[in-house]
């Protein structure tokens, strides 16, 4: 680890696991969790979440007013990208192969309700958009990596967690 430290891509998708301590602050995840690692409505950006009884949907309400570091509000919009761009194939997320083998398809309901169609009934979901499956689902925003590109992203991320980008080292 100490060879790559202070050249990790800051972008969840595009980076392994030797970047779970730092990235973490730049970003959140959709769903939150407690020190004890259960699921929290209270912590992250879904602040409620549903699974239907055949267990092939689940409907994600966000907070509402949450900002990125450049001041737009974080959508349902960016989640599905996220997600998306977490299921592409260039992505070393480690949960990517569980993600796209379930994900059937991701849909955008209003600015704050993601409703996610599962392949198979899968009880996990919630689970997999945490922290306590690693940092791969964290969310991003999506009209500013489309604006400047996964390059420039990498050079100079924003998220919605409680640190900002600085500089490389």
């Not at 202070?6 to 407690?34: E, K």
């Amino acid at each position: 680890m100490a060879a790559n430290f202070g050249r990790q891509i800051p972008v969840p998708r595009l980076d392994g696991a030797q970047a779970n301590d730092w990235i973490q602050l730049l970003y959140d995840h959709l769903v939150g969790t407690t020190e004890d690692l259960k699921l929290s409505g209270e912590k992250g950006l879904a602040n409620k979440w549903q699974m239907s009884p055949d267990g092939l949907t689940w409907t994600f309400y966000l907070r509402k007013g949450v900002k990125f570091h450049d001041g737009v509000e974080l959508t349902a919009k960016d989640v599905k990208f996220s997600i998306e761009e977490l299921m592409l194939p260039d992505s070393f997320a480690s949960n990517a192969r569980i993600i796209r083998g379930v994900v059937k398809n991701i849909e955008v309901r209003d600015p704050y309700t993601v409703v996610i169609q599962c392949k198979k009934s899968f009880l996990f979901l919630a689970h997999f958009l945490s922290d306590i499956e690693g940092m791969d689902t964290m969310i991003i925003p999506k009209d500013y990596y489309e604006r400047v590109g996964k390059d420039e992203f990498a050079k100079h991320p924003i998220g919605s967690g409680p640190y900002k980008w600085h500089s490389r080292c």
